[in-house]
């Protein structure tokens, strides 16, 4: 018998050296950080969350900024476009997908996010919906929005 030895990131991702899982950490907190200002926030059914736009654009804008830091960039020019100007169900998205972890779940959330800013529960109510199905949704952060 031979002992193994794993290393867990803080996402719950587990490697087979401290570098690897360092490496993730470091990029699970970029992108944590990138997105703060969206905030972490639970969308239920029937329900949205309005953010600012522009603060939406900023937040893409980072998290690709991290993609070209990554390397994305050399092998899809894609990666080379301003967030703000990339739609998030995207090719981007697809690629991020396959390659899972914190910047997967950073661009994922971006297709949530209809362009008016308003945040769902699933993407079909962001970009595929009439605006009729969205009547009596409710804004769970009206408060903050409202003057």
């Known amino acids: 018998m031979i002992a193994i030895t794993k290393f867990k990131a803080d996402d719950g991702s587990e490697f087979d050296t401290i570098e690897a899982a360092s490496k993730r950490d470091l990029l699970h907190y970029q992108c944590k950080e990138a997105m703060k200002p969206l905030r972490e926030i639970n969308v239920s059914s029937r329900h949205f969350y309005q ?7 900023q937040c893409k804008d980072r998290i690709l900024d991290i993609c070209r830091a990554e390397g994305f960039a050399k092998n899809f020019q894609v990666f080379n476009n301003a967030g703000r100007n990339c739609h998030p169900l995207s090719i981007i998205g697809r690629i991020l997908n396959d390659n899972g972890g914190p910047l ?11 362009p008016d800013g308003k945040e769902y529960d699933q993407p079909y ?4 919906c009439k605006e009729s199905e969205r009547e009596g949704f409710i804004c769970i952060n009206k408060a903050e929005v409202t003057p």
């Open 51 to 57: 953010h600012d736009p522009e603060v939406v654009n």
């Open 104 to 114: 997967d779940v950073a661009w994922s959330r971006f297709g949530r996010i209809a």
């Open 125 to 128: 109510f962001a970009y595929n």
